[in-house]
């Protein structure tokens, strides 16, 4: 067992309104159901443990694209809101940032208990993920947050972040306890029964082979143990700028919203007639919930389905937000009696936003892009962390303290 993934984040204070947690935990939701309903549990985990997809997922939430808070934020939408829904999909989200991730060990003993899963294996792996990144890989950066998120068959993902004041950046590590390559490929070869496996009996004598391995990262240098898994490095610079963008990709998605007839053909697709700016958020939505991992390259292109808090690349069109928000939470529960022609609409649009992209090859143009956006951004409700003090805040990554 190795780390699946590192990302490189500038450190960033600010705050999550109200208006957009709460609609962050509807869309995290929501996407989380999409992925489970077509792919199982173990492909969400798949997408969880990519640093990549992390940080596309949550730029498609409305969350700046390049900074440290994503981390913070979209664990704590997906703790919220797929809490109450733990045993009916089966994802238990465990700890968080601070004082909740030392509340880790206990989840993880009453999930245990529930499920019947060994869980004190469970604690010490938790402790084992949290005290390699934070002890054993000399990289100076200290954990503060620490989310365990378990499945019903035994399956987990770490995601956790460190800081280090030094350079000023923040750095989240991706633990999966399966080996993946691919997203659709469901990642069962590593667990034995439902409630064993490999790193569910890793401090027993059959484990040693894992026990092994997790010495052999502690052992690396930083440097090589970094370059064997993927690893995703942001840039300072708060703006959205062409370069972060892959403009054919992002071309392709937006000749798909606005040009008549490939329009008309998508809508056709959904069984559902949507004006062309949610059709576009639609589609970028919709590559989360399906895309292979080589589609998320440059997470910046996915902050065009719903913006940015703090307006890069625009404000949150909360018009926008809640339309896709609707259609996706309608095609779910139709799904759930049987209907799934809607949510079988929104795969076939991703099948057909990546036809258009290889026959047609269309280029944003990124200005006249980030010029129309600011233009209607009234008409669709824009919001932003400057047009209302009040909401839900998170403190500067600076202050936070190491926890392991």
């Not at 601070?98 to 938790?126: K, M, Q, W, Y």
């Not at 350079?167 to 409630?195: C, K, L, Q």
């Not at 404000?315 to 809607?342: I, Q, W, Y």
């Amino acid at each position: 067992m190795k780390r699946s993934g590192v990302a490189d984040l500038p450190l960033h204070g600010g705050r999550v309104p109200q208006w957009l947690a709460e609609r962050m935990t509807k869309l995290g939701t929501a996407i989380t159901e999409t992925i489970v309903h077509d792919y199982g549990t173990s492909a969400f985990l798949s997408r969880l443990s990519d640093p990549f997809w992390f940080q596309a997922f949550g730029a498609v939430m409305g969350m700046d694209w390049h900074s440290s808070g994503i981390t913070t934020s979209v664990m704590g939408a997906l703790k919220r809101g797929l809490g109450p829904r733990a045993d009916e999909l089966g994802i238990y989200i465990c700890g968080g940032r601070g004082r909740f991730s030392r509340n880790t060990p206990h989840e993880l003993r009453l999930i245990a208990d529930r499920r019947g899963f060994d869980g004190e294996a469970l604690v010490r792996t938790s402790r084992l993920t949290a005290r390699v990144d934070n002890n054993a890989i000399a990289d100076g950066f200290q954990i503060y947050l620490h989310s365990f998120v378990v499945t019903s068959n035994g399956e987990w993902a770490v995601v956790q972040q460190g800081l280090n004041d030094r350079s000023g950046m923040a750095r989240r590590y991706h633990w999966h306890s399966a080996s993946v390559n691919d997203f659709v490929v469901t990642p069962h070869t590593g667990i034995v029964g439902e409630n064993q496996g490999t790193i569910m009996n890793l401090v027993d004598a059959g484990a040693k082979q894992a026990q092994t391995a997790m010495l052999e990262i502690a052992q690396e240098h930083p440097e090589k143990t970094l370059s064997a898994a993927r690893h995703l490095c942001m840039p300072n610079h708060h703006e959205v700028r062409p370069e972060s963008v892959n403009l054919k990709r992002l071309g392709a998605v937006l000749a798909v919203a606005y040009e008549r007839d490939l329009r008309d053909f998508a809508e056709l697709l959904l069984l559902d007639k949507l004006g062309p700016r949610t059709l576009q958020s639609l589609a970028l939505v919709a590559e989360v919930v399906h895309g292979a991992p080589s589609r998320f390259t440059d997470p910046a292109r996915f902050s065009f389905a719903h913006g940015g808090k703090d307006r890069h690349p625009f404000p949150v069109p909360l018009k926008t937000f809640d339309e896709s928000l609707n259609f996706l939470r309608h095609s779910l529960d139709a799904a759930k009696v049987g209907d799934k022609e809607k949510l079988n609409g929104f795969r076939r649009l991703d099948r057909f936003i990546q036809t258009v992209e290889t026959r047609l090859e269309p280029e944003a143009d990124f200005d006249a892009l980030i010029a129309y956006e600011t233009a209607i951004s009234p008409s669709l409700d824009g919001h932003s962390v400057f047009d209302d003090r009040s909401g839900q805040r998170f403190r500067d990554d600076r202050r936070q303290r190491s926890l392991f």
